[in-house]
């Protein structure tokens, strides 16, 4: 059984799905997932990635659905078909409740895109410890926190190496668009949850509007998660200035731009990884926003700042996330070309960091014989 709740972690949960297939052709997969998971060849009991939200009061509006799909998950981890191993993508809240009833089942759980403990909430650390039988490691960091705490840990390397693998370089990414060579593209990637869009694509569309007023032959593109409908993005767009809305092609995007306004989240890692430069933003609630500032133990919110070590991108959070700021620092770095040099030679140093490809094969195996030794 393999459990996702977000577009990230059913993008993760696909390649590690394909893995398994290529390995054991004969398992059966099922659980919760989305649409790649599906494609992947997963069961799928339950599918609440376009439900998910961000933050706790974010969150209270989906909690029918969520119990109901943890209800459905809970009875098929105890059930008389109960899976030889349980496999957690990310979703913590939802995963670690899962896991408790997988551990009094005695079905091992392997944790695969495990909880940030390094960013908040390290206490966490101690519910792992009692209830997951090994940790996939995804940043090589993670494994001494987790093996310095008595968790069975494996580093097995972020599975975005392999989705990025078959990106096109920018000069087929920019023709797939229809993007000439010397245009200049700015991306849109508002995120891939209903709060996030509502709250940062006004922003960004007004940052555009800021920048073809300066650059009137700029063009705008934004990348519509699978999790998303159009019209929901429509919405909070108008004639002015145009942006393209293309379905399912945001690598083509990040490959494609000469820099993105991104929501804060996966994306920033993939981006990074790319090699695009990137202004990153991101507004939650003032009552989640006051909880998490609290207990972040880190200084920045973008994977592509935290696995760089420090400042590389600009971060806007909170009330800093207004189309104004965005504009200006967009600005700012579309008339700098050393800036945005130097975003990407920081971007290269992540270059083997987090470590090779072939991380869905690596977590397969390490799932299968956790299966086999059960």
């Not at 577009?7 to 989305?34: I, Q």
């Not at 997963?42 to 799909?69: I, K, M, Q, S």
């Not at 097995?156 to 392999?162: A, E, F, K, Q, S």
């Not at 379905?247 to 306004?261: E, G, Q």
Request: aromatic share 4%; proline share 5%.
């Amino acid at each position: 059984m393999l459990v996702a709740g977000e577009a990230s972690g059913d993008l993760h949960g696909a390649t590690l799905c394909r893995s398994l297939r290529a390995l054991a052709p004969g398992c059966r997969l099922f659980g919760m997932g989305g649409a790649r998971m599906a494609a992947a060849g997963v069961e799928l009991l339950a599918d609440v990635t376009a439900a998910a939200a961000v933050g706790g009061t974010e969150a209270v509006g989906r909690l029918p659905r969520l119990l109901a799909a943890y209800r459905r998950l809970r009875r098929a981890v105890g059930g008389r078909e109960r899976p030889s191993v349980l496999v957690l993508i990310d979703f913590p809240e939802f995963n670690l409740r899962l896991a408790r009833s997988a551990r009094r089942a005695r079905v091992p759980v392997v944790y695969f895109i495990p909880p940030q403990l390094w960013a908040w909430r390290a206490g966490r650390v101690k519910t792992m410890r009692r209830r997951v039988s090994l940790v996939l490691a995804v940043f090589p960091f993670e494994s001494r926190l987790y093996r310095e705490a008595g968790v069975a840990v494996e580093f097995v390397g972020h599975p975005l190496l392999d989705v990025l693998a078959d990106v096109p370089d920018r000069a087929q990414a920019r023709a797939d668009l229809g993007v000439g060579p010397d245009e200049t593209l700015v991306g849109l990637l508002p995120g891939s949850r209903r709060e996030e869009i509502d709250r940062m694509l006004p922003a960004m569309r007004l940052a555009a509007a800021a920048i073809a007023a300066r650059w009137p032959r700029t063009r705008f593109i934004l990348g519509q998660a699978t999790t998303v409908d159009a019209g929901a993005l429509r919405r909070h767009l108008g004639p002015s200035p145009a942006i393209e809305i293309v379905a399912s092609r945001t690598h083509a995007v990040m490959r494609s731009a000469d820099l993105l306004l991104v929501t804060s989240g996966t994306a920033t890692l993939e981006a990074a990884l790319l090699g695009t430069p990137m202004v990153v933003a991101y507004r939650l609630s003032k009552l989640t926003e006051m909880v998490v500032r609290r207990l972040a133990r880190i200084p920045w919110i973008s994977l592509a700042n935290i696995t760089v070590g420090r400042a590389v991108v600009p971060e806007l959070i909170g009330a800093d996330a207004t189309g104004e700021r965005l504009g200006v620092e967009a600005l700012r770095l579309l008339g700098d070309p050393a800036a945005l040099a130097a975003q990407r030679a920081a971007f290269q140093e992540l270059t083997g960091r987090l470590g090779e490809r072939g991380v869905g094969e690596r977590a397969a195996r390490l799932v299968l014989a956790t299966a086999e030794s059960a």
